[in-house]
């Protein structure tokens, strides 16, 4: 387990804890009421296992930082982050991959019985979003943050709120239909013509495969033949000029700006980020400027001029840390609206 401890202090404070769950880590952070993460530990997956296992050292570690800050803080609320389909009614996990033992259990009650304080469960990836829009200080606005990998996910904050639909699947932008043809791509889920069938990394890999081999006399660079390629080295033939990358690059942002704009006209965020792994180098490369230009366009070009020109496309910016502070940020809005409870019921 690894380890980052707060400086001792004098003065009491309402902390929180936020628990992302991984199926190779467990991350757990204590965060105060302004959004700093005070302190933050990670321990493998495995080991722990079940919920309880992993709620038992997620309290156990808060209350090792709490008495490291003099005892005098208040842990005011838990809050737990977990991949997959969440229930949003039952808050128990209807699918999920690497976490055995975690189907269809009680989450927010077995969490709520270890903590002892005000608790709530999260999709990851609308933790995630949650930590970008408070960091962008949104306060009632909408946000959306869309991860961009082998699949593709996107959180979704709406109202402030984290949004995670009546059936646990609201934001899988990776499967909306952008291709609606007989020669539509087959996509992981079982269905044809999705986002991530075309702009997921094995579907940009394969992309690329079949434009060097439809293209006359092209030869497909060093360093591109390997099976295990990745989107940062094509952004980094791109950038070197090669045509054929930057063509595959361009359609790939053109597909997610499609899918985005979908999205932007149902919901009409203030904000849309672009996260994950395969951002073509992301703000710090011209490629990655290249590809969200390009997104940006798209956005605009397929959507009512009052979302479109409205809307604020960007790079996501927190990071490892996001899932940590949107499961202890979605902690601070439980323990807010079960102070507004008791106020409420005690007058």
Same mark, same amino acid.
């Given at each position: 387990?690894?380890?980052?401890?707060?400086?001792?202090?004098?003065?009491?404070?309402?902390?929180?804890?936020?628990?992302?769950?991984?199926?190779?880590?467990?991350?757990?952070?204590? *965060?105060?009421?302004?959004?700093?993460?005070?302190?933050?530990?990670?321990?493998?997956?495995?080991?722990?296992?079940?919920?309880?296992?992993?709620?038992?050292?997620?309290?156990?570690?808060?209350?090792?930082?709490?008495?490291?800050?003099?005892?005098?803080?208040?842990?005011? &609320?838990?809050?737990?982050?977990?991949?997959?389909?969440?229930?949003?009614?039952?808050?128990?996990?209807?699918?999920?991959?690497?976490?055995?033992?975690?189907?269809?259990?009680?989450?927010?009650?077995?969490?709520?019985?270890?903590?002892?304080?005000?608790?709530?469960?999260?999709?990851?990836?609308?933790?995630?979003?949650?930590?970008?829009?408070?960091?962008?200080?949104?306060?009632?606005?909408?946000?959306?943050?869309?991860?961009? &990998?082998?699949?593709?996910?996107?959180?979704?904050?709406? &109202?402030?709120?984290?949004?995670?639909?009546?059936?646990?699947?609201?934001?899988?932008?990776?499967?909306?239909?952008?291709?609606?043809?007989?020669?539509?791509?087959?996509?992981?889920?079982?269905?044809?013509?999705?986002?991530?069938?075309?702009?997921?990394?094995?579907?940009?890999?394969?992309?690329?495969?079949?434009?060097?081999? =439809?293209?006359?006399?092209?030869?497909?660079?060093?360093?591109?033949?390997?099976?295990?390629?990745?989107?940062?080295?094509?952004?980094?033939?791109?950038?070197?000029?090669?045509?054929?990358?930057?063509?595959?690059?361009?359609?790939?942002?053109?597909?997610?700006?499609?899918?985005?704009?979908?999205?932007?006209? *149902?919901?009409?965020?203030?904000?849309?980020?672009?996260?994950?792994?395969?951002?073509?180098?992301?703000?710090?490369?011209?490629?990655?400027?290249?590809?969200?230009?390009?997104?940006?366009?798209?956005?605009?070009?397929?959507?009512?001029?009052?979302?479109?020109?409205?809307?604020?496309?960007?790079?996501? =910016?927190?990071?490892?840390?996001?899932?940590?502070?949107?499961?202890?940020?979605?902690?601070?809005?439980?323990?807010?609206?079960?102070?507004?409870?008791?106020?409420?019921?005690?007058?």
């Amino acid at each position: 387990m690894t380890h980052r401890h707060p400086p001792t202090s004098n003065a009491t404070a309402r902390l929180h804890l936020g628990i992302d769950v991984g199926g190779t880590n467990v991350k757990l952070g204590l *965060v105060d009421d302004a959004g700093q993460i005070l302190a933050q530990t990670s321990t493998p997956t495995r080991p722990l296992g079940t919920p309880e296992a992993v709620f038992a050292c997620a309290m156990q570690f808060a209350g090792e930082q709490l008495r490291l800050r003099g005892g005098s803080d208040e842990l005011a &609320g838990v809050g737990l982050a977990v991949p997959g389909v969440l229930d949003t009614t039952a808050m128990a996990l209807r699918e999920v991959v690497n976490l055995p033992g975690w189907l269809d259990q009680p989450l927010l009650e077995l969490l709520s019985e270890a903590a002892g304080v005000p608790a709530m469960v999260v999709n990851d990836a609308n933790a995630a979003a949650l930590a970008e829009h408070a960091r962008r200080g949104l306060g009632p606005h909408s946000l959306a943050l869309v991860t961009l &990998g082998t699949g593709i996910g996107c959180g979704l904050v709406v &109202g402030g709120y984290p949004h995670g639909g009546d059936h646990g699947c609201a934001g899988e932008l990776g499967h909306i239909a952008v291709r609606f043809d007989d020669q539509a791509l087959p996509c992981t889920c079982g269905s044809r013509g999705h986002l991530e069938a075309y702009a997921g990394s094995g579907g940009v890999v394969a992309r690329l495969r079949s434009a060097f081999e =439809s293209t006359a006399d092209a030869e497909i660079p060093q360093g591109l033949a390997a099976d295990s390629v990745t989107p940062r080295e094509i952004a980094a033939h791109a950038a070197d000029g090669d045509a054929i990358c930057l063509g595959v690059i361009d359609e790939t942002a053109h597909f997610v700006g499609a899918a985005i704009g979908m999205l932007a006209q *149902v919901v009409d965020p203030a904000v849309v980020l672009l996260g994950g792994a395969m951002t073509f180098g992301g703000p710090d490369s011209v490629t990655g400027i290249r590809f969200i230009e390009h997104i940006r366009k798209t956005v605009r070009d397929t959507t009512l001029e009052q979302v479109g020109q409205n809307l604020i496309v960007d790079f996501a =910016s927190l990071g490892n840390d996001a899932g940590i502070l949107g499961a202890a940020l979605v902690a601070r809005q439980a323990a807010a609206d079960a102070s507004i409870h008791i106020a409420t019921h005690s007058d």
